[in-house]
T-cell receptor
Framework: QKEVEQNSGPLSVPEGAIASLNCTYSDRGSQSFFWYRQYSGKSPELIMSIYSNGDKEDGRFTAQLNKASQYVSLLIRDSQPSDSATYLCAVVNSGYSTLTFGKGTMLLVSP | SQTIHQWPATLVQPVGSPLSLECTVEGTSNPNLYWYRQAAGRGLQLLFYSVGIGQISSEVPQNLSASRPQDRQFILSSKKLLLSDSGFYLC????????????FGSGTRLTVV
């Protein structure tokens, strides 16, 4: 059973702070990893992808991957109230056909 | 550019009634297509996926079925809905030649009463 684990939260941070979201996965063969943002009542939106160990930065977002530890994280710098959403970690399964999603971490950014 | 359409947006159906949800993708060919369900307070559960016309893989045995009658059309069906079928149904696609993340449709919120 391939699993992706995330803390459900909520993670509460003040506006302007750094939000750190974490994810672990069980499938050692996984090579591709994604972060989705889901606003309440809406469908998930892809915000970051990462395929190699290390950091990948895109604007205020940084994804970090450590395959040896089977760990993926997402940092959001200068958090804004509009970042308040549930963040889903997703991992491509070894057969490359499907994604397994974590249950998501709710982020609340207070003004 | 590619777009994904999913309808209806909301649906209220009585127990025992049939279901048909449709999803179409534009601007690409031979996409991988997926149906997910998100129940209240739960994660995304993969129901079905398809890598080509007429090919369906089922991840969860239940009273739902899926079909892919055309390259860019994916249909989720049920003959008799159960209360437990309530949830947020999401169709998604990705390019079959690239390991990108999925793009989701806007979803159908189904309430079985």
């Amino acid at each position: 059973q391939k699993e992706v684990e995330q803390n459900s939260g909520p993670l509460s941070v003040p506006e302007g702070a750094i939000a750190s979201l974490n994810c672990t996965y069980s499938d050692r063969g996984s090579q591709s990893f994604f972060w989705y943002r889901q606003y309440s009542g809406k469908s998930p939106e892809l915000i970051m992808s990462i395929y190699s160990n290390g950091d990948k930065e895109d604007g205020r977002f940084t994804a970090q991957l450590n395959k040896a530890s089977q760990y993926v994280s997402l940092l959001i710098r200068d958090s804004q109230p509009s970042d308040s959403a549930t963040y889903l970690c997703a991992v491509v399964n070894s057969g490359y056909s499907t994604l397994t999603f974590g249950k998501g971490t709710m982020l609340l950014v207070s003004p | 550019s590619q777009t994904i359409h999913q309808w209806p947006a909301t649906l209220v159906q009585p127990v025992g009634s049939p279901l048909s949800l449709e999803c179409t993708v534009e601007g690409t060919s031979n996409p991988n297509l997926y149906w997910y369900r998100q129940a209240a307070g739960r994660g995304l559960q993969l129901l079905f996926y398809s890598v080509g016309i007429g090919q369906i893989s089922s991840e969860v045995p239940q009273n739902l079925s899926a079909s892919r009658p055309q390259d860019r059309q994916f249909i989720l069906s049920s003959k008799k809905l159960l209360l437990s079928d309530s949830g947020f149904y999401l169709c998604a696609w990705r390019d079959s030649n690239r390991v990108y993340g999925y793009t989701f449709g806007s979803g159908t919120r189904l309430t079985v009463v």
